[in-house]
């Protein structure tokens, strides 16, 4: 994905033009503001369409197998690399539980994010990595991916049952849910330490915007449902006993006038 606008050049270039820009580099397309799921799905093929699985198979095959370093929203990267924010509050996590890090993994395919950064946490004391997915991704997660920290889990509560994670990971996976904030007020009220928020956009519209997304052919064909968030009201369950620790901008760009960010939530109240 791009690298931000230089500011000198977003103010210079006229919106329409960026947009179109936008379009050709990053190719992901986002439309509409729907008034319910329902309605986004009825407008796009969903997130569980064939391709999209057989694409996430075939890039952790290809990463487990050394035909690439790693992936990304199935797309294959050959020289090592890592989202400095987010592995800096993975770190952070790590210190403050002794060098040891229990985390899930919200959303996280066949474990892509670890896959990323696994090189740079081998001086931890411990690391546990548990992905909580679909359960399709869950059953070929267990039966070709499940190796040293990496578990996979088809519930929080499961997860929790065996793992007991202390932070939680949601990296560019609450656009994409059917209810985000009932999942962010489930996470709240639980007994997590930290709560990583990555690669989400927001409007600065007072309300939630949501979109339907469309996927360049040159990644795979599909469409689903996007969401793009209102800050506040995305972080309301947060707003009694926690606090934003860190906040990052990400790589991710978009059509439409939003703005993509990280956050680091740490708990400080009962």
């Known amino acids: 994905?791009?690298?931000?606008?230089?500011?000198?050049?977003?103010?210079?270039?006229?919106?329409p033009l960026r947009r179109w820009l936008l379009r050709r580099w990053h190719g992901a397309i986002f439309?509409?503001?729907?008034?319910?799921?329902?309605?986004?799905?009825?407008?796009?093929?969903?997130?569980?369409?064939?391709?999209?699985?057989?694409?996430?198979?075939?890039?952790?095959r290809a990463v487990r197998d050394g035909h690439a370093t790693w992936e990304r929203d199935t797309v294959l990267f050959h020289a090592p690399a890592v989202h400095q924010p987010l592995l800096d509050a993975l770190r952070v996590s790590a210190a403050a539980a002794g060098g040891r890090l229990s985390l899930l993994d919200f959303g996280g395919a066949l474990g892509s994010t670890w896959g990323q950064h696994r090189a740079w946490l081998t001086d931890l004391a411990e690391v546990r990595w548990s992905v909580v997915e679909q359960p399709r991704l869950v059953e070929v997660g267990r039966r070709e991916f499940a190796a040293g920290p990496l578990r996979f889990h088809e519930t929080i509560d499961a997860c929790c049952a065996t793992e007991k994670p202390d932070v939680v990971l949601l990296s560019a996976v609450l656009p994409y849910l059917e209810e985000p904030h009932a999942l962010l007020r489930d996470i709240a009220r639980r007994g997590?330490?930290?709560?990583?928020?990555?690669?989400?956009?927001?409007v600065g519209r007072g309300r939630d915007r949501l979109t339907v997304q469309r996927v360049p052919s040159s990644i795979y064909r599909a469409s689903y449902p996007c969401w793009f968030f209102d800050r506040e009201k995305l972080l309301q369950p947060f707003a009694v006993g926690w606090r934003v620790a860190a906040e990052w901008p990400t790589f991710d760009r978009a059509d439409i006038a939003a703005d993509y960010r990280g956050l680091l939530l740490d708990k400080i109240g009962p």
């Open 192 to 202: 997590f330490s930290r709560v990583i928020i990555d690669r989400t956009g927001f």
């Open 31 to 60: 439309s509409g503001d729907f008034s319910s799921w329902a309605a986004a799905r009825r407008a796009s093929g969903g997130y569980d369409a064939e391709v999209i699985f057989e694409r996430t198979l075939a890039a952790a």
């Open 1 to 15: 994905m791009n690298a931000a606008w230089p500011k000198k050049l977003k103010h210079a270039v006229p919106a």
